[in-house]
């Protein structure tokens, strides 16, 4: 099977922006506060807001999306983190019931209630929630809350370590994904996402993490920024560092997904990632949505990419599509043999 | 000739470093303020200073770099604006020392005294002193002098035209190079250089600075941070923002060095990148100082990648290593064609 390990809900219906218009309204004047956090959605509509992610999945031969919130929607840096928590709780139980409609074609993956400066512990509650009430197999984590203002520490600070904890516990892998920019330097998908998946491995490479962590698995998405191409920057500046190499010290739990939009791209990534640390996404519909000129196809149809590459086998290829991902997602690799049993 | 368009001086002598101290203890304590700018460092040490780059030059087969101050040295986010352009005017004259010592070897290109939130047309002085009286050839920018915090405008922003105006004046390109990072999320040559390069890549994908700037040259450092690499999704996103293609919208302005440190890094360059873009360079002695123990050879000696790229016929190579150079630095041919005529 061919499971896309990276899909945001970007096709929302109307009613949850104009809910989201109604509670940042509400933080300059309280009558505007949204009554409930009801959206009065119904579940045609839910369904029906999701026929591009189905069509495009049947159209390209893909069986099963990880589907989370709209990555640039999470913008925690606004309002208050109690915005954060109803927020997050609001698009994650769209995510579930999407998720239990099309259970053959979703399985969830959460946003977190995070706020610049507080805590990620507070996040703990909703992580819970979504996992052990929502079922969710796995979680994405904003390294940069403060939306391009890189005002929290890094990743390998102590201040994230509680919901490292927890994620162990849980044993569910966190896709190390920012949210938009409110820093005009940044657009969002063009620079803040492909930025903060290359400070997010450098910070790796400089601390020790996943020695505190031995189980604790971090997805960095977008083909992991720029760090492919720079493999041999990235692995020299370890070896200056004195830390050890990257494969021994990072391999085991940090991996790369393959929405990076062309061939070339891909190639390279075949040729410096180890197999078992390559998951097959799309980001679709999400980031870029047209067609290439040069391929007639879209750019974020990355099936196409992963299969024209002659350096894998048939067995490689089923490791990309599914087999990495059941390893790395062990939540839902326990949801497919429990339906296939 | 091989011209290696990125050179750092990271091999400064001790006396630059301890002027530095007592120029920031200054700003605390005037009494420590550095009695003199004249570092009292000879002839002799200078030349002696430069003694890696000129063996690394030697044993590479490279005959000119061009050569500027330390880019994390900069750090144009600390102290002030006078600070920062008596620092510049240091950095830059021991450079001019350098290349008058060692013509065959150096040219210079110059530091910017900028500082945060303060108008680059400060700036112009000291780029035309080092066009004009040092005769440089290029120039550093920093896209984000706040040294991590891009609290800046992005460089399509009216705020940098004066600069702009001057450099197509004086027919000079700027590297668009970051500095030191102060901000912890940011590793700076790990993060923050290639999330620079990448940011202002994008910046110029949104904004329409050519049509103003029809003669402006930018190189973007590190192969161009993460573009080559997604490089689809910048066409993608250019073309789903209704921006002319890259090549039509960029092309003719900005160009990329080779400062990426393994082979299939450059061979994705060769893939993606138009060979007039591609300008030699290897940034040595800079980030990455160590010896590839999968090649046996240094990770920063970026000739032996691109003289293995099969696409790249002898003629494409001379371009890589001379042509483009010396058609983006318009100067450095004017000073070649003056010393073989």
Redesign the interface.
């Known amino acids: 099977m061919i499971i896309d390990i990276h899909g945001h809900y970007t096709t929302e219906p109307a009613a949850l922006h104009a809910f989201r218009d109604k509670q940042l309204a509400g933080l300059a004047d309280a009558a505007r506060r949204p009554a409930s956090s009801d959206l009065g959605i119904s579940d045609e509509v839910l369904v029906k807001s999701v026929a591009p992610q189905l069509k495009f999945q049947k159209e390209r031969g893909g069986d099963l999306t990880i589907f989370s919130p709209r990555a640039g929607g999470m913008a925690h840096h606004v309002g208050s983190e109690a915005i954060s928590q109803q927020w997050s709780r609001v698009c994650n139980d769209l995510i579930h019931r999407i998720c239990s409609l099309l259970p053959d074609n979703f399985v969830g993956a959460g946003q977190l209630p995070q706020f610049p400066g507080v805590s990620p512990k507070n996040c703990i509650p909703e992580l819970e929630r979504i996992v052990n009430e929502l079922g969710f197999v796995g979680v994405n984590l904003n390294?940069?809350p403060a939306g391009?203002?890189?005002t929290?520490?890094?990743l390998t600070d102590r201040h994230w370590y509680p919901l490292y904890e927890k994620l162990c516990e849980l044993d569910v892998p966190a896709m190390i994904h920012v949210s938009s920019s409110c820093?005009?330097?940044?657009?969002h998908?063009?620079?803040h996402y492909?930025?903060g998946d290359?400070?997010a491995f450098?910070?790796l490479?400089?601390g020790d993490l996943f020695k505190d962590f031995p189980t604790l698995r971090l997805v960095i998405p977008?083909?992991g920024?720029?760090v492919?191409?720079?493999?041999?920057?990235?692995?020299?500046?370890a070896?200056?560092m004195g830390r050890p190499p990257l494969a021994e010290h990072l391999l085991s739990n940090v991996f790369f997904d393959t929405c990076?939009?062309?061939l070339?791209?891909i190639?390279?990534m075949a040729?410096?990632i180890p197999l078992d640390n390559i998951l097959f996404a799309s980001e679709m519909v999400g980031?870029?949505?047209?067609v290439?000129p040069h391929t007639g196809h879209h750019?974020?149809d990355t099936r196409r990419y992963v299969d024209q590459v002659k350096a894998w086998s048939a067995e490689d290829r089923h490791k990309i599509f599914e087999g990495n991902a059941r390893r790395v997602y062990p939540r839902l690799d326990s949801l497919l043999r429990k339906r296939t049993s």
């Open positions: 390294p940069d391009g203002y890189w929290d520490p890094p820093n005009p330097n940044f657009h998908t063009g620079a492909i930025n290359t400070t450098m910070q490479i400089q977008h083909g920024g720029a492919p191409f720079h493999w041999g920057r990235y692995r020299g500046l070896q200056d990076v939009y062309h070339p791209g190639e390279l040729k410096v980031a870029v949505k047209g290439d750019y974020d």
